[in-house]
């Protein structure tokens, strides 16, 4: 039987993507927008007795640079680290100064081991999560809070287990990030 005239079954997927780009302005705000959000949440209206929520714009920052190197300049952790230290409660400077740090140091990592898998950037988030949580206290601790590491072990285990869920958020907003949305010519 022919088809003349007909249109075939799934012609139409592929239609919209035929004279479309993505969108540079989009690619280049998503990470910064994704991070600067997260900085947020300390203005929720979650009350705890303990500091149990890990740094989340934190392990967003470190999930983009392991998953998309490169993306974020190295200076980038100056400015979003100020972004958090307006909202997070810390001593003004010190996100600024490990964030900051921080984006070396993987920047360095990232140079010296070419290939990794999942589970050497497990194991690279998890000792930037338990360097910036300890560093983070032992900060305030400077500026007069308390300085007791038993403090810090529920937020360090809940960012090592949340690392998965960051890096699939991550990947979700890197398609974000790459969807064809301008119309070319």
């Not at 206290?137 to 529920?154: E, H, K, R, T, W």
């Amino acid at each position: 039987m022919s088809l003349a005239g007909d249109r075939l079954p799934g012609s139409g997927l592929f239609s919209r993507r035929i004279n479309r780009a993505p969108s540079r302005i989009l690619a280049t705000i998503v990470p910064w927008i994704s991070v600067a959000l997260l900085s947020l949440v300390p203005l929720s209206p979650i009350i705890a007795s303990a500091p149990v929520v890990p740094p989340l714009a934190f392990m967003l920052l470190v999930s983009w640079q392991l998953l998309r190197p490169g993306l974020l300049p190295v200076w980038a952790g100056f400015p979003l680290g100020l972004i958090d230290d307006l909202y997070s409660g810390q001593p003004f400077g010190s996100a600024m100064f490990l964030w900051s740090v921080t984006m070396i140091v993987m920047d360095m990592v990232d140079d010296w081991a070419r290939w990794r898998g999942f589970w050497q950037d497990w194991m690279v988030a998890s000792l930037a999560f338990a360097s910036y949580l300890a560093l983070a206290m032992a900060i305030a601790a400077l500026a007069g809070g308390p300085f007791d590491l038993s403090l810090i072990v529920p937020q360090l285990l809940l960012s090592l287990i949340m690392f998965p869920l960051f890096t699939r958020i991550v990947a979700v907003l890197d398609m974000l990030r790459r969807a064809r949305v301008k119309v070319v010519g």
